[in-house]
């Protein structure tokens, strides 16, 4: 594990300014999708790509500027192209496993799909795909690493790597709901963690995190999303 800056770093009011922001802000978000047209999933699917990145960034802020008011910190720092080559091919081995997860789910429980709006914007055309794929396949790794793991598997590395790598992937997991995405987020957020706890760096998480949705984008545009 890499060693630690010396001086302040997240703690437990990180962690809980972070996770009651995230909730806060994503009620918040919610409620102003209520008032967009129910009708149009396209349109639904280009702002809910987006909730992600809107929302972990505004945590993130608030757990940020609480104390430490620093970037260095959380993560921010330079790591070698080496580690984000190989966080490049983490990626696709994570798309690799979604499919494994999903397929099995399909068998047990039968097709669900929870994201089908963002399905919906993928295949709208050029330009919602666009919109979604920037905000699901961009915006939304960065604002959720800075957090989950910027923050929160970052403060629980104290504890040792159960605690943050399995137990902050776990936050992740519940954080994005109970259905076939809990696996899926625990997976991924396994493999971000094990990033972070080898490299200090949030940047190996992010491109992770952002070649993994864009498979899913892609997939879904293509019409080759098992759920959807």
């Known amino acids: 594990m890499v060693a630690d800056d010396k001086g302040?770093?997240?703690?437990?009011?990180?962690?809980?300014?972070?996770?009651?922001?995230?909730?806060?802000?994503?009620?918040?978000?919610?409620?102003?999708?209520?008032?967009?047209p129910h009708g149009d999933p396209v349109l639904l699917g280009m702002v809910g790509s987006?909730?992600?990145g809107v929302v972990g960034i505004g945590a993130f802020a608030a757990a940020c500027g609480f104390r430490i008011r620093a970037l260095r910190p959380f993560g921010f720092k330079p790591v070698s192209a080496?580690?984000?080559?190989i966080a490049?091919?983490?990626?696709?081995?994570?798309?690799?496993l979604n499919l494994g997860i999903q397929y099995t789910y399909m068998i047990w429980f039968g097709s669900d799909d929870p994201q089908n709006i963002l399905h919906a914007a993928a295949r709208g055309g050029p330009l919602p795909f666009i919109l979604s794929f920037l905000g699901g396949a961009i915006l939304t790794p960065f604002g959720e690493e800075i957090l989950f793991r910027g923050i929160i598997a970052n403060a629980l590395n104290r504890y040792g790597a159960f605690?943050?790598?399995?137990?902050?992937?776990?936050?992740?997991?519940?954080a994005h709901g109970v259905s076939v995405i809990l696996p899926i987020a625990i997976m991924v957020g396994i493999l971000s963690a094990i990033?972070?706890?080898?490299?200090?760096?949030?940047?190996?998480?992010?491109?992770?995190h952002c070649i993994y949705n864009a498979a899913n984008s892609v997939a879904s545009a293509s019409g080759f999303a098992p759920m959807g």
């Open 8 to 36: 302040e770093r997240p703690g437990w009011p990180e962690i809980l300014i972070g996770l009651a922001g995230y909730v806060l802000l994503l009620l918040t978000f919610a409620l102003l999708m209520g008032l967009l």
């Open 50 to 52: 987006t909730a992600g």
């Open 82 to 85: 080496r580690w984000l080559w």
């Open 88 to 96: 490049a091919g983490l990626g696709i081995v994570g798309y690799c």
């Open 163 to 174: 605690a943050g790598i399995v137990l902050s992937s776990i936050i992740f997991g519940l």
């Open 195 to 208: 990033l972070f706890r080898a490299t200090g760096s949030i940047w190996p998480c992010v491109v992770l």
